[in-house]
């Protein structure tokens, strides 16, 4: 293939090899990596009509590829890893199942775009996400101390 999907945390020779052998080697079947997560069922389906969200629901789709994406997304919360803190991060956001699903999705396009382009993978892109989450998550938190601050010395006046 040209490319090491065992480098990627999370991802175990079994599952690349069950990976592999579901979704080959060529890209070109999809447009895009957003049609084949779509393909591999580790894509939300939310249903929307009049602005409301009507449904939820994870469709019914047989697919192993993506049974072996979910199992790998859910060992990923014990992993000290930067994948494993998007994992316990979208497991908090969205709860369990969402959190799974999100990671999975995450790791569907990461394996996409190294086979499709013949790259190695690169934990260092994580890091830089993570490290500028991390600074809007301080500056969010700062603010809201501020505001809270704020608020205490009005009450406290009153």
Do not use: F
């Amino acid at each position: 293939m040209g490319v090491d999907l065992c480098a990627i945390e999370g991802i175990s020779e079994v599952s690349a090899l069950e990976l592999i052998s579901e979704i080959g080697t060529d890209m070109s079947k999809w447009k895009s990596s957003k049609h084949m997560t779509a393909w591999l069922n580790v894509v939300p389906n939310t249903k929307i009509t009049g602005g409301k969200i009507i449904s939820s629901k994870m469709q019914k789709k047989k697919n192993h590829a993506g049974q072996t994406l979910r199992m790998s997304a859910s060992g990923l919360s014990n992993s000290k890893s930067p994948m494993g803190n998007y994992s316990r991060k979208m497991k908090a956001r969205l709860g369990k199942e969402g959190g799974v699903v999100a990671t999975a999705h995450k790791l569907a396009r990461i394996i996409y775009t190294m086979i499709k382009e013949k790259v190695p993978y690169n934990p260092e892109i994580m890091l830089s996400d993570q490290a500028l989450w991390r600074e809007k998550r301080i500056k969010s938190l700062e603010k809201q101390l501020s505001d809270l601050k704020k608020g205490g010395l009005a009450s406290a006046v009153a």
